[in-house]
């Protein structure tokens, strides 16, 4: 029912935020933005608000890929809280609920999360897409919520045209993440349900993500102003 209610709102949601197009490549930070790759632990890749949205390199998308993937500890933590998640919720019942079936449900979960960053990575790659989120050069609250919100469904496209494109491949990812680790759980759930409930997962969690990545810098400027008054 929820991804019904996205999709039949997401032609609403895209031309509402149609507006908001890619920032034209300046002499300035454009090197540099590239060169760095910022990924945070929590929200993962991102482009801060002035940065121009320019191509990356295949280079460049490796480097973001491991940092993504391996080198940054957000993966980490995403596996280690799904996997409480679904200890306490005991979650494949078949592999118990002690240390071994925690083992299992935290390699079980990893395994999908590699898989599906790995996935979107190089569907991403193939097609040219954008993988970094783009915060938005709006002012207000509601307009920076809807572009959280569209930004999980929609991505630019690549070379010369930067065009607004479906976020297919991050999608496409969740599914085959989920059908490949239906392979190996012991349930007798349907591949192609897993894959399903992988998509309504990204649904969900992609527009928290977003919307993490977007007024992040407002809640660090809201503690450290805080702590300030605080001294």
């Not at 019904?4 to 949601?13: K, M, N, T």
């Not at 990812?173 to 989920?178: D, E, H």
């Amino acid at each position: 029912m929820a991804a019904r209610v996205s999709i039949l709102a997401l032609p609403f949601l895209v031309h509402s935020c149609i507006g908001q197009e890619p920032a034209e490549a300046s002499a300035t930070p454009a090197t540099s933005v590239n060169s760095t790759l910022p990924v945070n632990w929590i929200y993962g890749a991102y482009l801060p608000k002035d940065a121009p949205v320019q191509p990356l390199t295949g280079n460049e998308r490796f480097k973001l890929y491991i940092r993504q993937t391996y080198t940054t500890p957000g993966i980490y933590v995403k596996t280690a809280l799904f996997s409480i998640h679904d200890q306490v919720n005991e979650t494949e019942p078949d592999w118990g609920d002690g240390a071994s079936g925690f083992g299992k449900r935290l390699g079980s979960l990893h395994a999908r999360n590699i898989i599906q960053n790995s996935l979107a990575s190089l569907g991403n790659a193939a097609v040219g897409f954008e993988p970094r989120y783009d915060r938005c050069r709006c002012e207000g609250a509601w307009p920076r919520i809807r572009h959280a919100v569209v930004r999980n469904f929609i991505t630019y496209g690549g070379g010369d045209d930067r065009g607004i494109r479906p976020q297919i491949m991050s999608y496409a990812a969740a599914f085959g993440a989920g059908v490949t680790v239906a392979s190996w759980e012991p349930d007798d759930t349907s591949v192609l349900i897993k894959g399903y409930q992988g998509v309504v997962t990204q649904a969900w969690v992609g527009v928290i993500v977003d919307a993490l990545a977007e007024f992040a810098p407002d809640i660090k400027r809201m503690f450290h102003k805080k702590k300030a008054d605080d001294s």
